[in-house]
């Protein structure tokens, strides 16, 4: 991840080519109520093929950035731009649109429609943009290794299994990005890991793209880098995160949630890789 300050951003709802990266922020910020900010500015680069896992205490804005990213929330100020695509250009429909076709979700609770089979579940989103019956459900399921499952109701499911299904509906579209909100927070570790993998897989086989909120540093260790924010501002980054590491940084934020957070981390305390 780098500065987009700079970069080759491209203003406007037009798709930029191949090279524009997965998400960009530039100067991104919320305040909820005038004058308090959720968020104070920031300037995020998510290359295509990356995973990065968002971390802070609660309270820090992790949501807060996941919803302005995913075009769920109006920044105050500042461009989130998804595949080159500035979302403020674009007119609701046009947003709901590129929400549903090149933003991918997983929640915590899977959102599947329990009324819906497996496979009509998965299908959802190319059924809602009018694409017809193909095999795209059927290969998404698969690849989640529950391709005999598509008749089935999520019901009948085990809650590991149901997050598979949200995670093959989240990548069906071929997404530009797939946002993961505390994708294994209702999980037992063992399960959580296994959905991690399906993640982590789908970034290293598939070339996707995934941003994924957690508070979890055992989770946080599947992504190549991991963010954190203190107080809504970001205050370091650490490569290659390890759970230990992420543990300590998560720690010491805990104990200083202060303005001088970011200084009082760079010492080394957040090991190799932590960058203020
Ligand atoms: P996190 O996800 O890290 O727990 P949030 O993004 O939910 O943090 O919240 C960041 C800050 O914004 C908190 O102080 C929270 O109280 C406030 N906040 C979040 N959502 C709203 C809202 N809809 N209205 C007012 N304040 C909000």
Same mark, same amino acid.
Not at 228 to 244: E, I, K, T, Y
Not at 254 to 275: L, M, P
């Given at each position: 991840?780098?500065?987009?300050?700079?970069?080759?951003?491209?203003?406007?709802?037009? %798709?930029?080519?191949?090279?524009? &990266?997965?998400?960009?922020?530039?100067?991104?910020?919320?305040?909820?109520?005038?004058?308090?900010?959720?968020?104070?500015?920031?300037?995020?680069?998510?290359?295509?093929?990356?995973?990065?896992?968002?971390?802070?205490?609660?309270?820090?804005?992790?949501?807060?950035?996941?919803?302005?990213?995913?075009?769920?929330?109006?920044?105050?100020?500042?461009?989130?731009?998804?595949?080159?695509?500035?979302?403020?250009? =674009?007119?609701?429909? @046009?947003?709901?649109?590129? %929400?549903?076709?090149? *933003?991918?979700?997983?929640?915590?609770?899977?959102? =599947?429609?329990?009324?819906?089979?497996?496979?009509?579940?998965?299908?959802?989103?190319?059924?809602?943009?009018?694409?017809? +019956?193909?095999? $795209?459900?059927?290969?998404?399921?698969?690849?989640?290794?529950?391709?005999?499952?598509?008749?089935?109701? +999520?019901?009948?499911?085990?809650?590991?299994?149901?997050?598979?299904? @949200? *995670?093959?509906?989240?990548?069906?579209?071929?997404?530009? *990005?797939?946002?993961? &909100?505390?994708?294994?927070?209702?999980? &037992?570790?063992?399960?959580?890991?296994?959905?991690?993998?399906? =993640?982590?897989?789908?970034?290293?086989?598939?070339?996707?793209?995934?941003?994924?909120?957690?508070?979890?540093?055992?989770?946080?260790?599947?992504?190549?880098?991991?963010?954190?924010?203190?107080?809504?501002?970001?205050?370091?980054?650490?490569? $290659?995160?390890?759970? &230990?590491?992420?543990?300590?940084?998560?720690?010491?934020?805990?104990?200083?949630?202060?303005?001088?957070?970011?200084?009082?981390?760079?010492?080394?305390?957040?090991?190799?890789?932590?960058?203020?």
């Amino acid at each position: 991840m780098r500065s987009q300050r700079g970069g080759a951003g491209t203003v406007g709802a037009e %798709r930029a080519g191949p090279v524009a &990266d997965a998400l960009t922020l530039e100067g991104v910020s919320r305040e909820y109520r005038r004058g308090v900010a959720a968020l104070h500015p920031v300037d995020l680069a998510v290359p295509r093929g990356r995973f990065l896992a968002v971390m802070g205490p609660s309270g820090s804005g992790k949501s807060t950035l996941l919803q302005c990213a995913a075009g769920l929330d109006r920044p105050t100020a500042g461009t989130v731009r998804v595949g080159g695509t500035a979302l403020a250009s =674009l007119k609701e429909s @046009a947003l709901t649109r590129l %929400r549903r076709e090149r *933003i991918g979700f997983v929640f915590q609770a899977h959102n =599947l429609v329990p009324s819906l089979s497996v496979a009509e579940n998965v299908a959802l989103p190319l059924l809602l943009g009018g694409a017809p +019956p193909d095999g $795209r459900a059927a290969r998404a399921l698969a690849a989640v290794g529950l391709g005999a499952r598509g008749e089935d109701r +999520p019901a009948e499911l085990s809650g590991g299994q149901r997050q598979r299904v @949200a *995670i093959a509906r989240a990548l069906v579209t071929e997404p530009d *990005i797939v946002f993961a &909100d505390e994708p294994t927070g209702a999980l &037992d570790p063992a399960t959580a890991q296994g959905v991690l993998a399906l =993640l982590r897989r789908a970034v290293d086989r598939d070339g996707h793209t995934v941003v994924m909120v957690t508070h979890d540093p055992v989770a946080a260790a599947w992504a190549d880098e991991a963010l954190f924010l203190v107080r809504g501002r970001v205050v370091g980054r650490l490569d $290659r995160p390890g759970a &230990d590491d992420v543990r300590r940084v998560m720690e010491r934020l805990g104990r200083d949630t202060g303005e001088n957070a970011a200084e009082s981390t760079a010492g080394g305390e957040g090991g190799e890789g932590w960058r203020a």
